[in-house]
């Protein structure tokens, strides 16, 4: 009996029995697809022909001006199909789930961008398909449930715990201990029970392979530092993976939410609250209590708003190979702001974290270093909690006209 | 040791019955109350579950209780407290019940050596499969008490084996895949999934995941040792109130 998937002690596979013989099968699985370029080749094609792979490295000069110091580069994986990397994780497990041959897809769901991709993966390659979603985040990313529905998806409202992301989990769990025979359960993010965060940034390595090629191109040399948020982490990952054996620092951004004093945040790596525990399957930095209770996350962000994080991020954390900040949302919103009217881009409330951390440092380098940031996602998604924020008076009268109208 | 005790029940008796509460569901009073009745009842020995905010393995009766408990503020502790006070009031084995990460937070070791002088006799720890129980077995032998492991249904016969071989007191047979609290088809196939357990282990073995009546305790007789009852007596508790516990125990066998 081997211990496995352990990245400086954390990770692990700590699952009930009942899916030992399921996580042997997928371990399996992944193994034999890694160790066959012909696979690697296949998901390639998928991404470049049904997604929009490679996506570009936009050079963003207006920022840039503005504050005065790095050159700011965006990779944008919120060109992907469907917006958001998510896509790149369940293409690639779409297609081991065709080699294992099984039937139906499940996923636990947080901004509902990871929903909507199983959903689109699991239509094109005729999957049966339940999406599980936290109470909250149906109502924080409604959009993103009328799109998992309409592609043809049970979406799963969550009303237990603190009805958010790892409630979601839970619940996908208690599915896969039923219907492990026909089912597997697409984790959304590099974390979970082995080979889950291995694997989840095996796919998601495609980022920072191109990101670091198309550099390379452009500029004939290296970033000195990469951005990205961390939820669970699998953006992170895939962008970070492109340059782990170059001299390029490694920033991971985490939700702030009210201010890391607060009490109401999601960072795990970059605060005092979080500390070493063993939960939804793996060993990492939880935010929990003296008694190994998980606490309740905040996040302007439902994709960040979540207890635990990639342990391999939190094994890069431990060696100094990476590190982590946090952005909190007014500072969020005021990123995402600046970039809509500096650069016409619309990064995702997530991504976001990414550009506020990159903004704050951009003006202490010097002009002719390089920087890239990961747009995890586009922001489209988030218009209700964006108009929100900005207590837009235009939309709140477009809501109440089109309630009227349905009230009719 | 646990499994002399068991088999000494199982001298007088041709099925022991274990049963399940949350400790502080609906609020440690009645817990007391419950366990008492359950005592009282003839139950052999229970599981005493320790809340946890993320209880994977379990199904909607019980991540209930879990997280009404754990709203009236109990902690850990407290559970403790309970536990010790139970084990000095009614001489039948007492064991935990929860998720690793109770055990870790509170060191392992320490967390081994508090059952002992509470007075309990093993633990449950559904999430925490023998390859990562290195430092949990050790503490566990250290202070005399029996780690419980699970044979699910599609576990294979090798690795009943290699589970068996690191466990003590008895071994928890999943009736069926899935959570707790759902309906179990008692057939021959599940007789058949018995037969292969008691042939890859010498130690007792309990099955449960769904038993709530006579005709499922029945059932068991002669296939397995000790049949173990939990959602329903929650469910029992919730409709009807803790001397209906009663009933509903004494009505099993």
Known sequence: MDKRGYFSGFGGCFIPEILTQTFEELVQAYEAAKADPGFWQEYLDVMSTYSCRPTPLTFAGNLTNHFGGARIYIKREDLNHTGAHKANNVMGQGLLVKRMGKTRVIAETGAGQHGVATATMAARMGFDCTIYMGEED???????????????????????????????????????????????????????????????????????????????????????????CVGGGSNAMGLFSG????????????AGGKGLDSGLHAARLSSRDASIGVAQGYKTYFLQDGDGQMRDT?????????????????????????????????????????????????????????????????????????????????GDKDIFTVADAFDDPA?????????????A | MLETTIRNKLAQKDILLMTHIVIGYPNLDTSFEVVRTMVEAGVDLMELQIPFSEPMADGSVILKANQDALATGITVDQCFDFAQQVARDYQIPFLFMTYYNILFKYGVEAFAERMAECGLCGAIVPDLPPEEADEYLAAMNRHGLAPIFIFAPNTGETRMRQIAAHGSGFIYCMARKGVTGLQTDFSQQLGGHLAHCRAATELPLALGFGVKDHDDVQFIKGKADIAVVGSEAIRVLDSQGVAAVGDLIRSLR
């Open chain 1, 243 to 254: 340059f782990m054996d170059d001299p390029v620092e490694l920033v991971g951004v985490e």
């Open chain 1, 138 to 228: 149906v109502e924080r990313q409604r959009p993103n449930v009328f799109w998992m529905e309409r592609l043809g998806a049970t979406v799963v409202s969550v009303r237990d715990g603190s009805r958010t992301l790892k409630d979601a989990i839970n619940e996908a769990f208690r599915d896969w201990v039923s219907n492990m025979d026909t089912t597997h359960y697409v984790l959304g993010t590099a974390c979970g029970p082995h080979p889950f965060p291995e694997m989840v940034a095996w796919f998601q390595s495609i980022i920072g392979t191109e990101a670091r090629k198309q550099i390379l191109e452009r500029e004939g040399r290296l970033p000195r530092r990469v951005y990205a």
């Open chain 1, 298 to 378: 905040h996040s302007i962000s439902a994709g960040l708003d979540y207890v635990g994080v990639s342990p391999i991020l939190a094994h890069l954390q431990a060696i100094g190979r990476a590190r982590f900040e946090a952005a909190t949302d007014a500072e969020v919103l005021e990123a995402v702001t600046l970039t809509m009217r500096k650069e016409g881009l619309i990064p995702a409330l997530e991504s976001s974290h990414a550009f506020a951390q990159a903004f704050k440092e951009a003006p202490t380098l010097a002009k002719d270093d390089i920087v890239i940031i990961n747009q995890s996602g586009r």
């Open chain 1, 395 to 407: 939309w709140k009268a477009f809501i109440q006209h089109k309630a009227e109208q349905y009230h």
